[in-house]
């Protein structure tokens, strides 16, 4: 089963918001909406939206959102 992660990430490698799910396209599109929502002064400070995929949820992180 291949899990999809998205993940918006400060400089500092915290993770302020996270989705996880089992459908690409669902996971496509809220990869595209986390880069749109990060203002050009997060992107300039070093803000990431992150975009990875798993093997099984306990490697997902304890706090993301689950879509199953």
């Known amino acids: 089963m291949t899990i999809w992660v998205n993940e918006q990430i400060d400089p500092s490698g915290m993770i302020h918001a996270c ?5 690409e396209n669902q996971a496509n599109d809220c990869h595209e909406s986390y880069e749109r ?8 400070s070093g ?3 992150r ?15 689950k879509l199953d």
């Open 37 to 44: 929502n990060l203002s050009d002064t997060q992107k300039s």
């Open 51 to 65: 975009l990875r995929t798993v093997d099984s949820w306990d490697e997902v992180p304890v706090n993301a959102l």
């Open 19 to 23: 989705i996880a799910c089992c459908d």
């Open 47 to 49: 803000w990431i939206a």
